[in-house]
Structures are given as structure tokens and as C-alpha cells.
């Protein structure tokens, strides 16, 4: 393991390990390079106060202006002075050019790759990501703290101006909703298949940053809904997916 000093801001939830896709993204991403990291967790109502007050940046601005604080965040005190980090993606790329695999196959993001992978994490978030909260709202909810249960109850309907309940979707259309989900799953296998590699990763035995992402967004479904949302991915072309997330085990440790 690479001596680092490093600190990796997390939200904790009700179960023994996290949910957020995007902060397994880059949890996925410290385990595969074997950095030396310890966990600050913290609920989403504090996000803000513990950014500012570390001085890492913001990920966007709200609508009216506002800095818009969310997790994963990092902070390398390795180097000094320290790297301040926020957002998945610029994380990950900092981690490869700080601490670089002698072995360049083991790359998460070779240069040359990053136009393609910014192409796929767009697929992910509109065509899987974006589609969630009909069939996800109420076990996200469930599974967050007590704290951030209020919080994100607040949050949400206050954007979509409804209830949670009323944002799930029931019966056929919730049947329909997943069948379309489906079809982002399809398409990411059919893809995979294209590119010919051994192994069931995109790049065929090392991970990469699209590894990352869809791991991330896999081990959501697996903690947040084992019961609906894991259960349907489990069973999609041919148990694909289950084979997926068995190739990952070995960097999904919670340290």
C-alpha cells in the first residue's frame, strides 16, 4: 500500500456501509491504487458546514447563487501544501497524475481515454442515474440517517412539488420504469461485448474509471434495494452483472 495521508469525506447511512454511487466511485478508485486513506463521514445536512470550514470548493452554484457543497470530497495531506478536493470525477483524475501506476495498463484514465469516458458517464447519469428516483425514492429515504431522512424529504419535494410517496411510481408504470432501465443495461453490455477483452471489466481483468462509475451505481443497487432494484439488475443479460460486481469485490473494502 502507497503511504499516503489522505482524508475521504463519506455519508454515512443506517446500514454498515455507504450508498452513494459517487462517493463508491471513488472509494473503488483508493482501493484499486492501494492509497493509505481513513473515513470522515458526514450526513448530508453537514456537508456544507464541514466543506467550508476544510476549505474544500464547491461542486456548482444553485440556481440562486448559492455554492453548491456535495461528497465524495478529499483531502491529500501528503502533499503540502494540502489538496483540497471536491466531486468524483476531478478526484479520481488527481489521484492518477499524484500517484501513477508504474504498470500503465493499470490506469483509471489514460489521457487519451478521457473523451470516452466522459461519454460514458454521460450515458450513466442520464440514461440510468437520472431514472432512479421513481423506483428508488422511498428506499434511499429509508436508508439514510435519521437526520438526513429529514433533510432529504425537505430537498426533494421541495424541488419536484410533491410528496415522496407521490413520487414513487406503482404497478405498471413502475414496471415500465424499470423495463427502461433495462434498456441503459443492455446497451452497456452490448458495448462491453464489442470491445472484445477478457475478463469481465470494461477494460478486462484492471479497473477503470468507467469501472468506477458503473460500480459505483451497481453497489447503490445492491445496498440501497436489495430486495427490488438488486434483485431486477441480477437477473439482466444472462447474470452479466452479477459477474460484474464479483470482479470488484476485492477493492470494495470500507476502511
Not at 439488475?233 to 470488484?248: E, I
Request: glycine share 4%; with cysteine; charged share 20%.
Amino acid at each position: 500500500m502507497t503511504t499516503t495521508n489522505i482524508i475521504f469525506l463519506d455519508i454515512p447511512t443506517v446500514l454498515p456501509v455507504p450508498f452513494s454511487p459517487n462517493t463508491w466511485k471513488v472509494r473503488l478508485a483508493l482501493n484499486y491504487k492501494k492509497l493509505a486513506y481513513v473515513t470522515r463521514w458526514v450526513e448530508t445536512t453537514d456537508i456544507a458546514s464541514v466543506c467550508k470550514s476544510l476549505g474544500i470548493p464547491p461542486t456548482s452554484t444553485l440556481p440562486d447563487g448559492t455554492p453548491k457543497y456535495t461528497l465524495p470530497a478529499l483531502v491529500d495531506n501528503t502533499t503540502s501544501p494540502p489538496a483540497l478536493l471536491s466531486d468524483s470525477t476531478p478526484i479520481i483524475e488527481y489521484l492518477e497524475r499524484t500517484y501513477p501506476d508504474p504498470d500503465s495498463s493499470r490506469a483509471l484514465c489514460a489521457p487519451a481515454s478521457r473523451a470516452l469516458h466522459a461519454l460514458f458517464e454521460y450515458h450513466v447519469a442520464h440514461s440510468i442515474t437520472a431514472q432512479l428516483l421513481p423506483v428508488m425514492v422511498m428506499h434511499m429515504h429509508d436508508k439514510k440517517t435519521q437526520r438526513d431522512r429529514i433533510h432529504f424529504r425537505k430537498r426533494t419535494e421541495a424541488a419536484l412539488g410533491k410528496k415522496l410517496e407521490d413520487i414513487e411510481l406503482r404497478g405498471k408504470e413502475r414496471e415500465e420504469h424499470w423495463k427502461k432501465i433495462e434498456g441503459a443495461f443492455d446497451l452497456l453490455a452490448t458495448f462491453m461485448q464489442a470491445g472484445g477483452t477478457t475478463g469481465e471489466l470494461f477494460t478486462g481483468s484492471n479497473l477503470s474509471l468507467a469501472d468506477c462509475t458503473l460500480g459505483g451505481l451497481l453497489l447503490a443497487f445492491r445496498y440501497i434495494s436489495p430486495d427490488e432494484a438488486w434483485i431486477n439488475v441480477s437477473t439482466w443479460n444472462d447474470g452479466k452483472w452479477m459477474r460484474y460486481m464479483a470482479a470488484l469485490e476485492e477493492w470494495m473494502a470500507v476502511v
